[in-house]
T-cell receptor, first 118, second 113 residues
């Protein structure tokens, strides 16, 4: 079974509109972290936002916010007031496990290609 | 503060050769992870090093190996290259563990011909 599922292969959004990128995850570990990354055509993975499984509040970073619904195992990324520079691939990733046991790694979804239309 | 630096950016090798990729993490970061990104398989975890010790390894053949030096710089080696090893290899660094931040380099694009 997929641990991270991103169901939107591609999205087209008008500039200045808000956009929600979907991510659902599957884990039985009580301690985990969820990440969102942006990958422009240059290839670099740019860290956007992080949500820990025990965090009570939804994470926010500037125009990015993470809509964390733990019971539904959902961690959607919301980008407010989209800009042309937001056009890129977006990846959701999950860290499972406790660091002291050396089993930490990031599992990535398949990504969503976001295109902002002027 | 300098980011994660990967060298070289691009590499072309022939089948059967070996290759070494380098990753210099952000200053003060002790954890370095490696990932392979291909159109077919997406992003897959290779291994993670912390304080010169490999802490975790993904499901890759033994041809893929790595190491970390005392200054936290890491190298990844692939021996007996196959066409399927063509990929973008990404390195991520984090301060202690993959906790709340993991910063990636720009990657090394390896093409095997």
């Amino acid at each position: 079974a997929q641990k991270i599922t991103q169901t939107q292969p591609g999205m087209f959004v008008q500039e200045k509109e808000a956009v929600t990128l979907d991510c659902t995850y599957d884990t039985s570990d009580p301690s985990y972290g969820l990440f969102w990354y942006k990958q422009p055509s240059s290839g670099e993975m740019i860290f956007l936002i992080y949500q820990g499984s025990y965090d009570q509040q939804n994470a926010t970073e500037g125009r990015y916010s993470l809509n964390f619904q733990k019971a539904r195992k959902s961690a959607n990324l919301v980008i407010s007031a989209s800009q042309l520079g937001d056009s890129a691939m977006y990846f959701c990733a999950m860290r499972e496990g406790l660091p002291d046991f050396g089993n930490e790694k990031l599992t990535f979804g398949t990504g969503t290609r976001l295109t902002i239309i002027p | 503060k300098a980011g994660v630096t990967q060298t070289p950016r691009y590499l072309i090798k022939t089948r059967g050769q070996q290759v070494t990729l380098s990753c210099s993490p952000i200053s003060g970061h002790r954890s370095v992870s490696w990932y392979q990104q291909t159109p077919g398989q997406g992003l897959q975890f290779l291994f993670e090093y912390f304080s010169e010790t490999q802490r975790n390894k993904g499901n890759f053949p033994g041809r893929f190996s790595g190491r970390q030096f005392s200054n936290s710089r890491s190298e990844m080696n692939v021996s007996t290259l196959e066409l399927g090893d063509s990929a973008l290899y990404l390195c991520a660094s984090s301060q202690n563990r993959v906790n709340t931040e993991a910063f990636f380099g720009q990657g090394t694009r390896l093409t095997v011909v």
